[in-house]
C-alpha cells in the first residue's frame, strides 16, 4: 500500500507570493491533517480536514487555508508569503477523523522556502 | 503557551550506551503520549506510546516512562545504535483531534 505522498518535495518562493501544496492520503484514508514544522517551534498543527469538511484549525492567520477533494486529496494554500513561512509542511492521514495519533501516517513533507 | 516541551535541543550518545530523552508537558488533561522519531527528507514514524494508566512502556530496545505527579516522560534507547540518529519528537493528542508536539531532539550516536 503506497503511503502518503506530497508534492512537490521542494519549494522556493519569493515574499508576497502565494503557494499551494498538495497531500494524497493513504487509499482508503478520509482525513488528512496538516503540520507545519520549523525549527525552535516544532510540529504545529494547521488544520484536519475530514469529507472535504473542515474539522478543527490550529492558531494560524487566515492566509494560511486548505480544502479537500472528493477523492480525500487534499491540498493547501498560503497567500502573501512571508519569510517566516519557510517551514516544513506535513501532512497526516488516518481512516477517520479525530485519530490523532499512531494511527496517522505522515507523508515526507513539503519543505518551502520563502526568500 | 508550549504545552508539551522538549528542553534539550540534542543529544549525542556512544554507540551501546543508553540514550534518555526526555519530555515534559504541562497540560494535565493529557493522557496519552507518543514519541516520534523522523529522519531528514521523511516524515515522522510512529515508535512507542504510553497511556496515563501506566508508568512504563517497552517494546525492544525503546522503553517510555510516564510520571504523571512531575508531568514529566522520558524515552529510554538501550542500547543505541548508529541507526536511532534522528530527531525525536513526544506528543500528546489534544481531544484527539490534533498532535500537540514538543520541538524536537536531535540524537546522534557515534560509533
Known amino acids: 500500500k503506497a503511503g502518503v505522498t506530497q508534492t512537490p518535495r521542494y519549494l522556493i518562493k519569493t515574499r508576497g507570493q502565494q503557494v499551494t501544496l498538495s497531500c494524497s492520503p493513504i487509499s482508503g484514508h478520509r482525513s488528512v491533517s496538516w503540520y507545519q514544522q520549523t525549527p525552535g517551534q516544532g510540529l504545529q498543527f494547521l488544520f484536519e480536514y475530514f469529507s472535504e469538511t473542515q474539522r478543527n484549525k490550529g492558531n494560524f492567520p487566515g492566509r494560511f487555508s486548505g480544502r479537500q477533494f472528493s477523492n480525500s486529496r487534499s491540498e493547501m494554500n498560503v497567500s502573501t508569503l512571508e519569510l517566516g513561512d519557510s517551514a516544513l509542511y506535513l501532512c497526516?492521514?488516518?481512516?477517520?477523523?479525530?485519530?490523532?495519533?499512531?494511527?496517522?501516517?505522515f507523508g515526507p513533507g513539503t519543505r518551502l522556502l520563502v526568500l | 503557551d508550549q504545552q508539551v516541551k522538549q528542553n534539550s535541543p540534542s543529544l549525542s550518545v556512544q554507540e551501546g550506551r543508553i540514550s534518555i530523552l526526555n519530555c515534559d508537558y504541562t497540560n494535565s488533561m493529557f493522557d496519552y503520549f507518543l514519541w516520534y522519531k523522523k529522519y531528514p527528507a521523511e516524515g515522522p514514524t510512529f515508535l512507542i506510546s504510553?497511556?496515563?494508566?501506566?508508568d512504563k512502556n517497552e517494546d525492544g530496545r525503546f522503553t517510555v516512562f510516564l510520571n504523571k505527579s512531575a508531568k514529566h516522560l522520558s524515552l529510554h534507547i538501550v542500547p543505541s545504535q548508529p541507526g536511532d540518529s534522528a530527531v525525536y519528537f513526544c506528543?500528546?493528542?489534544?481531544?484527539?483531534?490534533?498532535?500537540?508536539f514538543g520541538t524536537g531532539t536531535r540524537l546522534q550516536v557515534f560509533p
Open positions: 497526516a492521514s488516518s481512516l477517520a477523523a479525530g485519530l490523532a495519533g499512531e494511527t496517522q501516517y
Open positions: 506528543a500528546a493528542p489534544h481531544n484527539t483531534d490534533k498532535l500537540i
Open positions: 504510553i497511556s496515563s494508566i501506566k
